[in-house]
């Protein structure tokens, strides 16, 4: 009966699935990391290997359609507009963040990234569509059947989806909307929401032909239930957590991520630090430095200048003061308040997620570092490294079951470092590698490669390629696509992965 109610919309176009998986859609860019519906959250949400971005769409008092959640730019932007009625030229002149939908499309198809296209006013569909001609991977959708239908009679050739609140039949809203595909917005229905999608709805859906499209969902074990359903898509705020290195994928290469993913949060904090284990990194590399009052404090540079709204050297304040800085907005608003930690809370952190630690020495005494490290019971995860070699031979006497890492480039000969620092790990740079990876092997020294250089495709590919044991680098993100493009092409699919 409900099926007769409107004639159901059937696209020309597919919704773009990836084989083998949902399509990972970043819920208004990756909002986590950026200020949401934004070309930097986009951006991100790229980087951190979405399939597609969804966008919420509204139209200017002329017509312009524009990527924004609320009627008003209030709440993300500041200056209170309301978009309907006002002009696009009057929009951009006091909120130029808002972007159009004109320059999301020339983004996405740069970053090879399709559209999920949130119907937020009504005609914002119709006012689409012409925009639209032309780029394949897209799905408008709405939680207005009105809106729907209204898109669909404007011979919308990709998938229309209704979005289903808790309590709703998701088969009387796809009939009563015409749309092809239900989105069902349950991530608010409790600890796990995924038990509400049975296997006697998902027989339903399937007996008249309708997709899934399931919520935004960052809870990590809920999410890992809902890739095993047959969605066509899973939005979510982090797109790390459904494209990041999954467990057991590349298991002969451990990457170490430089003061964090410093790329898209600010090097040295906690955000950097979560996107890195998020992400799928081995190791986390930080900087530590003595405060004043004989704290370790994870920071780069001796002074707060480069990376807070302070100015000082760290060996002349306090914890207390340095605690009071925030270390976030330089890099981006939205990292507003991040707090300088102290190494005890990183080891913490990285204890819980069952992580280790690459810890750079800048100005800390070994004693205390090395005491700390024997309080959490942290020895055998993590190493160490200092620019003064002097403190390197220092630690070796102190704990010679501590493990360290050098560089031959540091020493005479790679003999001598093995006398003056016996280390465990040796890093090298990329165009040494050929000649002293082999060196280290042939002594039982684990080659560490570092790459901090720019994010060029080629360079990634050639890194990857080498398959090292170990690698330093800023951009994780790079290298695993680089690993699953190389293991796309000797014909491994990525539902083949442990």
Known sequence: MIDAMIPRHQPRLPFPKPEGRPACIAH?????????????????????????????????????????????????????????????????????GVPTLDEILTLAKARGCGLYIELKAPGAGPAALPLLQGFGAAALGSFDSAMVRETIAAGCKWPVSVLVRIGEDPLERAAESGAD??????????????????????????????????WHEERPSVLADLEKLPALGICTDQPELMRGRRPGEFPEVQFVCHRGMNHIAP???????????????????????????????????????????????????????????????????????????????????????????????????????WALVCEMGFQRDCFFWCGDMGWMTALRALAPEALIKSNISRHASVEQMIDEVAPQICEIMLDRWDREAPLCRKRGIIPMLQYFGAPDRAVFDRIAALRPEMINLDRADLLLEALRRQGQAEGHRPSEVA
């Open 181 to 214: 595909t239900v989105h069902l917005c349950w991530e608010r229905a409790g600890d796990r929401p995924q038990d509400l999608v049975t296997p006697d709805l998902l027989a339903a859906l399937g007996a008249r032909d309708l997709g899934l499209v399931l």
């Open 28 to 96: 208004r860019g990756a909002q986590a990391h950026a200020v949401e519906n934004t070309l930097r959250a986009y951006e991100i949400a790229a980087d951190l290997g979405a399939d597609m971005w969804e966008i919420d769409l509204r139209l200017t008092a002329d017509g312009v359609p524009v990527s924004c959640h609320d009627a008003s730019t209030a709440h993300v932007f500041g200056p209170d507009l309301q978009i309907s009625e006002t002009p696009f030229a009057d929009l951009r002149a006091a909120v130029p």
């Open 267 to 369: 090097e040295n904090t906690e955000a950097a630090a979560l996107l890195a284990y998020d992400m799928g990194c081995d190791w986390l590399e930080l900087d530590v430095h003595e405060t004043a009052d004989g704290e370790i404090v994870v920071h780069h540079d001796s002074s707060v200048d480069r990376c807070s709204d302070g100015s000082g050297a760290i060996a002349g304040m306090t914890l207390a003061e340095l605690k009071a800085l925030d270390i976030g907005s330089w890099k981006d608003a939205h990292f507003a308040g991040q707090r300088m930690q102290t190494l005890r809370e990183a080891i913490t952190l990285c204890q819980s997620l069952g992580k280790r630690m690459y810890i750079e020495n800048k100005a800390a005494s070994v004693e205390k570092i």
